[in-house]
């Protein structure tokens, strides 16, 4: 199931820095007393796929928000190719800023194409008057844009669908309509905000060569995710947001080790307890193997990301580690 | 009356597999096995409709003082000829649904449930009259012979109807238990829907358009010109299970197929029909009624683009309304007007559309940041407040520009081109009278609007709308300027009402301020506009303008229950919510909505059935 192939080590290298598609300096988002966002600063170069994790409740949809003009940051600049963007969120899209919802919010009641459709709103210009009249431009316009919303379709795979009510497709198709949606306002940056959740094992490895191929085209991407493994497959750079302070950007390696964001997830250890009974506790473990990967699993589902990173070293290190595993829990349903 | 059962809808439907089942009984069975009574089941639906046909033969009171006059025998008349219509339709569904060779295209969809509900038809039609004929004559005595044997013979038509086996299978499979009879009566009201239509020449297709478009004339002429009372209730029960019976048959959806696929022709078509109304019409009195439901209408149909289209809930339109017809009466020189001007037709046209534009952008910029409930509230009062306006502008709480509750009474009848409206005119050997001037005028602004309609729907900016309207934030994180285009529905809105004003001005001789009401007991106001954008089918050209002529319609017609006319709307509206939530002309996006196809279980087979499906392969074949 799992390829260890496509890590961190097939994904090009960051490209040179200065030519940043997105660069958030500083962005701190107060809602009365409570800071959800606090001074975050992030960068996302042409090419590159960035991950953003945190714990629920850490802020990652507010700086999302933030980032796509939903909200007005409290302080701070979003910066989109060296232009500031406008706290607007239909200029944000039209400088070239695309994002899905984490909650996913289809135009229900239109076909899969018109939702396509809709999202060239920015790239076409016909107005009423044009609309009224229907003159030769009107009609390529329209053409035009059926033809590459037709192409975006092929691209996630809905073709078949697209005289389907969005509201009737399947969970994962809607997941797929969404992309396909943002794309179609060509971005240079797609926001994806948890594209993964409530997916089979099957729909997620789907996601992510669907994300590499848009990468091939040329489109950076910006993805919260809590699936651990899918994000750490995935980005050549990860941040880590907890309590809406920025505390890890890295690659996967760095981020995955690093003890302060296992402590994010899971917490610290007790005072005084020298972690040695733990450690062989989970040694004992490893060794009845059939016994762990199910403890392994029941543990995940209680504890959140942490699992994912074992899961990650297991793959890496044991061929055996059979992935029968539980799905991933939808847990991050209410951020 | 026919022993022969070998199942022949196999070939022509072949998407429903319901007539196989064996076990699959009526709701009121004759017999032990199905076949039997599905045999005894057909012969009574055959004597009924043949009774009843016989019976409209005969007279069925004594005395001409019944409206319609039911007293001559071999001349159906009045409501007689409601009934012989709905005998011959139940012995033609009959027919088809026992496979006659050349009426099988009658029933592509559901066969026996459009036979029950035929029969019910005409049950209703024949039972009312004799009910009707009963009070108002007094007594039972009053009915002749023909009159019972009618009865009989509807009564016989639907207990036959009732022994016929349903049309699709029972949903429980396999289950011992015999459902209860409500069950088995809604039951047999389900039909399939059609399968694909055997191809027809183009030349066909469109004659089948155009004999669709006379036909909707004739029922529509015939509603306007039915007496209020009897003759029309009869109508209008006839029209309440014919249609549904209709529907069942699966025509309709063949025909919206056709119509999508001849969008041109169904226009013209339709046009064409709505022109030819006048030179039916002999009466002025008709005319003016349809006149007046063409405005209504048309303004419906610009709300519907504020409404339908952009779901900005409106609850003030009727004020642009105003606007126009005022701005109209103000230059159109009046001799009470306080401007004291008189400007060509088009002119006025002009500067009411702008006007109303102007109003639309002034009350649009504010009320327009708000959402929801708050927006409908707010267009209530600025609704209100221009009703207000204009009866307090009268010199004494302001200046004189509208003559305050005086209204401006007499405004001259058009002229264009050297024709003045309101005089009759003869074309080609046709007296057209004055209503019947303005009903072709107005027509034309019917047909820009309905223009502007299809035209703004179908484009970028009217996906936007839909967007807004379905998700505002997802359609502003798309690149959407969900404020501009608010604010352009609105006012695009405001402009076609202001429009419509300026004709109803002068067809109305006089404006005044308490015709532009959120709500009153005649048509048009606010509310009305709402509902019959609501009962239409919101976001279809033709719903509201179907559901404003039923809305002006009913009104004019059942004077004699005006103090019941609003509970009577509400409880319409109550049921049409329940069981046809769409409204009666179902949008493409809401049918798929309201009445789920089955789209998650089989998506392939749907998929590859979809250019068949009315209406959703809109840019197919």
């Known amino acids: ?335 | 009356m026919t022993t022969h059962h070998t199942d022949t809808s196999a070939h022509t439907a072949p998407a429903t597999p319901a007539h196989h089942s064996p076990t699959v009984r009526g709701p009121l069975p004759l017999g032990a096995d199905p076949h039997t009574s599905r045999r005894n089941g057909r012969v009574l639906v055959g004597a009924g409709a043949l009774l009843a046909f016989v019976s409209t033969m005969l007279p069925w009171t004594w005395t001409a003082e019944f409206p319609g006059d039911l007293t001559i025998a071999l001349y159906p008349a009045g409501l007689q000829l409601l009934t012989l219509v709905a005998a011959v339709l139940t012995a033609a569904l009959l027919l088809a649904s026992a496979g006659v060779r050349g009426l099988r295209w009658l029933t592509p969809g559901g066969k026996h449930s459009a036979l029950l509900l035929m029969a019910l038809a005409s049950l209703a039609v024949t039972w009312y009259t004799a009910g009707a004929i009963a009070v108002e004559l007094g007594g039972l005595v009053n009915l002749e012979p023909g009159m019972w044997i009618g009865a009989a013979g509807t009564l016989l038509a639907v207990i036959g109807a009732l022994a016929l086996p349903a049309d699709l299978a029972p949903e429980t499979g396999d289950d011992a238990r015999e459902p209860a009879p409500w069950a088995r009566l809604t039951h047999a009201l389900k039909a399939p829907s059609p399968g694909r239509p055997a191809p027809l020449p183009d030349w066909a297709e469109i004659l089948v358009i155009c004999a669709s478009c006379a036909l909707g004339l004739y029922v529509f002429a015939y509603g306007i010109e039915a007496d209020g009372g009897p003759p029309f209730i009869g109508f209008l029960m006839l029209s309440a299970f014919a249609f549904p019976a209709l529907h069942r048959t699966g025509l309709p959806r063949r025909l919206t197929a056709l119509t999508a696929k001849h969008r041109g022709v169904t226009l013209a078509a339709t046009f064409a029909a709505a022109l030819l109304f006048p030179i039916t019409q002999s009466n002025e009195a008709y005319t003016n009624i349809a006149v007046s439901v063409l405005i209504f209408a048309t303004v419906a149909l610009g709300l519907n683009m504020v409404v339908g289209l952009a779901g900005i809930l409106d609850l003030g339109y009727v004020a642009f309304l105003g606007v126009g017809a005022y701005t109209a009466a103000l230059v159109s020189g009046a001799e009470t007007s306080s401007l004291g001007i008189h400007v060509p037709f088009w002119a006025a046209v002009l500067i009411g559309a702008a006007v109303a534009l102007v109003f639309g952008l002034v009350i649009g910029f504010p009320s327009l940041r708000l959402h929801g409930d708050y927006l409908a509230i707010v267009t209530l009062g600025f609704g209100e407040i221009f009703r207000i306006s204009v009866q307090n502008l009268d010199g004494d709480s302001g200046p004189n520009i509208t003559n305050g509750p005086n209204g401006i009474p007499n405004i001259p009848d058009l002229e264009l081109f050297g024709f003045n409206l309101g005089e009759p005119h003869t074309l080609l050997g046709f007296e057209l009278g004055r209503f019947a001037n303005y009903y072709l005028l107005m027509l034309l602004f019917t047909a820009i609007v309905v223009t502007i309609f299809r035209r703004s729907d179908n484009s970028r900016i009217g996906r936007a709308w839909i967007a807004i309207r379905e998700d505002e934030t997802a359609a502003r994180a798309m690149g959407v300027n969900a404020f501009r285009l608010k604010l352009m529905a609105f006012a695009l809105g405001a402009t076609l009402a202001g429009m419509a004003g300026t004709v109803l001005a002068h067809v109305e001789f006089s404006v005044n301020p308490e015709s532009y009401k959120f709500v009153h007991t005649a048509p048009p106001n606010s509310a009305f506009l709402l509902i019959a954008v609501i009962l239409g089918g919101m976001g279809t050209v033709s719903g509201p303008l179907i559901g404003a002529a039923l809305l002006y319609l009913i009104p004019a017609k059942l004077q004699f229950m005006a103090d019941y006319q609003l509970l009577l709307f509400g409880i319409a509206l109550v049921l049409l919510m329940r069981f046809r939530p769409e409204g009666l002309i179902a949008d493409r996006r809401k049918q798929l909505e309201f009445h789920e196809t089955g789209q998650l279980d089989v998506p392939d087979a749907t998929a590859q059935t979809t250019p068949g499906l009315p209406g959703i392969g809109k840019t197919e074949a």
């Open chain 1, 1 to 335: 199931m799992t390829t260890p192939t496509t890590t961190a080590a097939d994904n090009p290298a960051p490209r040179e820095a200065g030519s940043a598609v997105l660069d958030a300096s500083g962005v701190t988002m107060r809602f009365g007393g409570l800071t959800a966002v606090r001074d975050v600063n992030l960068t996302v170069r042409p090419g590159e796929i960035v991950g953003l994790i945190g714990p629920n409740g850490a802020g990652k949809t507010t700086f999302f928000n933030c980032l796509t003009g939903l909200y007005i940051p409290t302080e701070g600049t979003v910066s989109y190719k060296g232009t500031v963007l406008p706290h607007r969120s239909h200029l944000v899209t039209q400088a070239g800023i695309a994002r899905t919802f984490q909650n996913i919010r289809l135009f229900a009641n239109m076909t899969v194409l018109e939702n396509v459709l809709v999202g060239r709103h920015t790239r076409t210009h016909e107005g009423l008057f044009s609309a009224l009249v229907r003159g030769p431009g009107f009609r390529r316009a329209e053409r035009h844009s059926e033809d590459r919303a037709m192409e975006l379709l092929r691209f996630t795979g809905l073709a078949d669908k697209r005289d389907h009510l969005a509201r009737n497709l399947p969970y994962g198709e809607q997941r797929k309509l969404e992309i396909a949606r943002a794309l179609a306002s060509e971005p240079g940056l797609l926001l994806l905000d948890e594209p993964t959740a409530g997916m089979t094992a099957v729909e997620t490895t789907a996601t992510r060569e669907l994300v590499l191929a848009i990468r091939e085209q040329g489109t950076a991407v910006l993805v919260i995710e809590h699936d651990m493994r899918f994000i750490f497959n995935l980005c050549d750079r990860v941040a880590v947001l907890v309590q809406g302070q920025k505390l890890v950007e890295g690659t996967p390696d760095i981020v995955q080790n690093d003890d302060r964001v296992i402590a994010a997830y899971l917490g610290t250890p007790f005072e005084g307890e020298p972690g040695e009974a733990e450690a062989a506790e989970v040694r004992a473990a490893e060794e009845a193997e059939a016994r762990a990967a199910e403890e392994g699993g029941i543990r995940a589902a209680e504890e959140g990301g942490i699992r994912a990173a074992e899961e990650t070293e297991a793959a890496t290190t044991s061929q055996s580690a059979q992935a029968d595993q539980p799905a991933d829990a939808p847990e991050g349903k209410a951020d």
